[in-house]
């Protein structure tokens, strides 16, 4: 099957074409590579896309949409009526097995890209589910995790990231890999509230902080072997990133939002760690890192509005700083790296996207 999200093909040349020829044994992948250098050297530079080297194709058309919409449809009263009848497990169950069976065609035979990412979501999270509420139906996730109320979290995490393992090999949908890592994460919280209940509280924001750079080191193996982006481990290693930075970033900001303390000292802090994180974005050319910690930063200065009562100007002006930051860096995000790069030891600086 083909990679749901694989980096544009040098212009005039079918993806699909290429895929399926080297799948028939008729050119090899280093003669596909060949060609596809070929067609890139010929063509004109005005022809040529804006060069972008974190390409990532979310959706190939509006059908994706429409099928993502259907989808939700039907899983949600698939869902509503095995509830009626069978109660959470069961209903969890179905939207399971369900989500596979439609993968079958959705993503092996169509390979559409958004319906595929969402079919492997829900059945990750279904799978997850019904193993946890088999286990414990009145668990209620995120408190009461303690004593054995931690074990329907660890045994529906490694069900979850066997249950991913088998999909992959079935679909090799590339968010996969995520989901699967992003159950083990939820499994080693499980243990330590096991372990642990007393201090769990305070040992989880350290466990989540080591998992995400965990999972960030795993993202990187993926991307330094495939510096040229043109694999399935680059798209592996997108979805990633995306899980690595919430991670990250949560137990980092998460005390200085929910803890009493000075509303500038917490807004600029957090404007600190951001530039940290957008040190390491550009340094590994990947904007997916910022969009997965913006999207958790909302949340953080939401909390603090509401915190300063919107009288104190520090957090919109916070907010105000933060954008700005982000539009610079879309607009010097090139120039930036060819900067950075080169500043970095040889060995790894080679292994990284060419700053161009």
């Known amino acids: 099957m083909t990679n749901l999200a694989m980096p544009s093909e040098a212009p005039g040349i079918s993806p699909d074409t290429l895929l399926a020829a080297v799948a028939n044994g008729l050119l090899t992948a280093e003669q596909a590579q060949g060609l596809r250098d070929l067609e890139s050297a010929s063509a004109s530079a005005l022809d040529r896309e804006p060069h972008d080297d974190e390409k990532f194709r979310f959706i ?106 088998l999909h992959y090999q079935r679909f090799r949908v590339p968010v996969t890999i995520a989901a699967g890592v992003a159950a083990l994460v939820a499994s080693a919280v499980g243990i330590l509230f096991m372990v642990l209940p007393d201090f769990a509280i305070q040992a989880a924001k350290p466990l989540l902080l080591a998992c995400g750079v965990s999972v960030f080191a795993l993202a990187m193996r993926f991307d330094l072997s495939d510096p040229q982006r043109q694999t399935r481990r680059t798209d592996i290693a997108f979805w990633l990133h995306m899980l690595a930075a919430p991670l990250i970033v949560h137990p980092l900001i998460s005390g200085l939002v929910g803890e009493g303390g000075s509303d500038a000292i917490s807004a600029w802090s957090i404007l600190a760690i951001f530039i940290g994180l957008a040190l390491v974005a550009l340094v590994v050319d990947r ?30 002006l916070t907010m105000l700083v933060l954008g700005a930051l982000v539009l610079l860096l879309s607009a010097g995000w090139h120039a930036l790296r060819r900067t950075l790069v080169p500043l970095l030891p040889g060995a790894l600086a080679v292994r990284l996207p060419a700053h161009t």
């Open 60 to 165: 190939s058309g509006f059908s994706d949409i429409f099928v993502t919409i259907g989808l939700g449809l039907f899983l949600g009263a698939l869902g509503y009526f095995s509830g009626d009848m069978t109660g959470n497990t069961g209903m969890f169950a179905a939207i399971a097995v369900a989500s596979w069976l439609l993968a079958e065609y959705f993503t092996r035979r169509q390979r559409m890209a958004l319906p595929s990412i969402v079919l492997l979501l829900v059945y990750a999270g279904a799978v997850f589910s019904t193993v946890a509420e088999a286990f414990n139906p009145n668990l209620s996730f995120g408190m009461g995790l303690g004593n054995h109320g931690g074990l329907p979290i660890v045994v529906a995490g490694l069900a979850t990231a066997a249950a991913t393992a």
């Open 287 to 316: 904007r997916a890192i910022l969009v997965s910690g913006l999207s958790y930063a909302g949340f953080a200065f939401g909390s603090l509005v509401v915190k300063a009562g919107l009288a104190d100007s520090v957090v919109p």
